[in-house]
């Protein structure tokens, strides 16, 4: 539910949100208890020794564990390799222009506090801006990815799709390159921010301190592990999903 004040709680567009929230909370539950269907009346299994007949039950939180513990395994995997490459990471967080966004927010209380309508709001309603959304931020992440690959020597990295409390995506990406090539990154994620009007975007130098610049104040230093970082955000959509 939106951290919201009661006048936006009364907008068709609220509404329409939480009719959005419903549905998809629907649709999880119904995905989750086919699954655990198909298992029960589907697949068989039978120890080939003693006949015994094993008893399949999905259990989700079981599949959740197994499933953010291979995709930590293979983080840390591309961590290693990037150590070995002498590879430093950098952050990158890609946000929809303000036309896509449903709702204004502001900060307030450490919490986002979603205070009115956007009246920029380009569509006719949330799940097309969604949908439409996901679309251009994948356009706009192809041609980041291209132009920064066909420019560095190496190039590893790790994509993450999050959703805001609105749903609207966004995407986090963390790459890792050679250290004298980061200015590479920087200017095709200036080029980009601009040819796009994208808004809110962060560039982050993660752990390399001396990279620091005071004059942007979207680019930020001190994280301490890339790896822990990006794991942050593909657990909280997890939970969130």
């Known amino acids: 539910m939106l951290y919201s004040n009661k006048k936006l709680q009364k907008t068709p567009r609220y509404e329409e949100y939480q009719t959005l929230q419903d549905k998809y909370y629907k649709l999880s539950l119904t995905k989750e208890q086919g699954q655990q269907s198909f298992l029960k009346y589907n697949i068989i299994l039978r120890n080939q020794s003693t006949k015994e007949i094993l008893d399949i039950n999905y259990n989700f939180d079981k599949y959740y564990k197994k499933y953010t513990k291979s995709i930590e395994q293979k983080i840390y995997t591309i961590e290693a390799i990037s150590k070995e490459k002498n590879l430093v990471p950098v952050f990158i967080t890609l946000t929809l222009p303000t036309q896509y966004q449903p709702f204004k927010s502001i900060k307030y209380k450490d919490k986002r506090l979603y205070t009115d309508l956007n009246y920029e709001f380009e569509f006719s309603n949330i799940e097309e801006s969604i949908k439409q959304g996901y679309d251009y931020l994948s356009h706009i992440y192809r041609t980041f990815y291209k132009r920064v690959k066909n420019n560095v020597s190496d190039l590893l990295y790790v994509k993450v799709v999050e959703a805001h409390k609105t749903f609207i995506p966004h995407f ?70």
Do not use: P
């Not at 963390?174 to 601009?194: A, G, M, P, S």
């Not at 130098?205 to 620091?212: A, P, S």
């Not at 230093?221 to 822990?228: I, M, Y």
């Not at 794991?231 to 959509?237: D, E, H, R, V």
């Open 172 to 241: 986090h990406i963390l790459f890792y390159v050679k250290k004298e090539e980061i200015k590479i990154i920087r200017k095709n994620f200036d080029k980009i921010t601009y040819e796009f009007n994208l808004s809110q975007t962060d560039l982050e130098l993660v752990n390399i301190n001396e990279l620091h610049e005071k004059k942007n104040s979207n680019i930020k230093t001190g994280v301490n592990r890339a790896s822990k970082y990006i794991m942050k955000y593909i657990t909280k959509s997890l939970n969130n999903g």
